[in-house]
């Protein structure tokens, strides 16, 4: 653990001096604008340049200091238990403070990455290849590599990631909201939708209808056959309120990899089910239906 001390010492340099250049982002900011835009910037950018610019500045110094904080103490670290402890700590003030006070993932990323990479030493001097078989040597090597898959882009685990970064929609509430996907239709008329996470983790089913209904027409019902197979093979889940990939780890399953709906199928057997349909419905913003169109539909 030598190696240590002069590590604590440098990052905690970096932090320091960090703290002290954000005073000072502001000067810079409309300079670094001119250079990567090749232009002066513009008043009416301007304000908009200082209220991205003093977020930007309190994320900056809120990592900063605690990484100064953390990487202090690092220094009087003597073995790997203490450091592991420290590790524990830190990312648990992480998760529950920091997370929540920060607007940008990147500089918890990197806090996460420095205070996470001396762990990569750590295993790679603990888990030397020494007289190994074959197996072993190859159980070692992607274990390296998952550590250095987790830990380089800021530990990247749960429940340290925020998903996909910088997604948005722009809503206009002069247009009608778009509504399409599967339904299943009971035999009193009641509808209820298919979740994309009965299919889990073929969720993108929207996609893969429309591709059907574009390209392959004529095998629209076969689509909603596999569709209706997988319902009634997965109903005995779906009714007590979970998706199958729930099973085994309930509410602290892997989440699919698309927002999901929670609908209720208890009163949707598939023995009270007469068909399966691909429809498209339209809505005014106070929830009244404007129109349907039937892309598909197929008799139970």
């Known amino acids: 653990m030598n190696w240590i001390r002069p590590y604590a010492i440098l990052l905690l340099c970096v932090s320091i001096v960090t703290v002290i250049l954000s005073f000072y982002m502001m000067d810079f900011m409309p300079i670094l604008y001119k250079l990567y835009r090749g232009v002066e910037i513009t008043p009416d950018k301007m304000d908009k340049l200082r209220i991205f610019g003093n977020i930007l500045i309190h994320d900056v110094r809120i990592i900063a200091m605690f990484s100064s904080i953390t990487f202090a103490i690092l220094l009087f670290v003597k073995n790997i238990k203490q450091y592991f402890l420290l590790v524990a700590i830190g990312l648990l003030v992480h998760f529950l403070f920091i997370a929540e006070i920060t607007e940008y993932a990147i500089f918890k990323r990197v806090y996460k990455l420095f205070l996470m990479l001396p762990l990569l030493w750590i295993f790679f001097d603990y888990f030397k290849f020494k007289k190994e078989n074959y197996e072993k040597r190859i159980t070692h090597g992607f274990l390296y590599l998952m550590f250095v898959f987790l830990i380089v882009p800021g530990l990247y685990a749960p429940p340290f990631f925020s998903g996909i970064q910088g997604w948005t929609i722009?809503?206009?509430k002069k247009e009608p909201i778009l509504i399409e996907g599967v339904f299943l239709v009971r035999q009193d008329g009641k509808e209820i939708r298919y979740t994309r996470g009965i299919t889990n983790p073929i969720n993108f089913l929207q996609r893969i209808d429309n591709f059907f209904i574009n390209k392959h027409p004529d095998k629209l019902e076969a689509l909603l056959t596999f569709y209706e197979n997988i319902?009634?093979?997965q109903y005995s889940t779906l009714k007590e309120g979970k998706i199958p990939s729930q099973v085994i780890m309930g509410d602290f399953s892997y989440p699919t990899h698309n927002p999901v709906g929670a609908f209720d199928y208890s009163s949707f057997p598939p023995s009270s089910i007469k068909s399966i349909k691909i429809i498209r419905k339209r809505y005014r913003w106070n929830?009244?239906?404007?129109?349907?169109?039937?892309?598909?539909s197929k008799e139970w």
Do not use: G, N, S
């Not at 929830?287 to 598909?296: H, N, P, Q, S, T």
């Open 170 to 172: 722009e809503i206009d």
């Open 231 to 233: 319902y009634i093979k």
């Open 287 to 296: 929830r009244e239906l404007i129109d349907k169109e039937i892309l598909a």
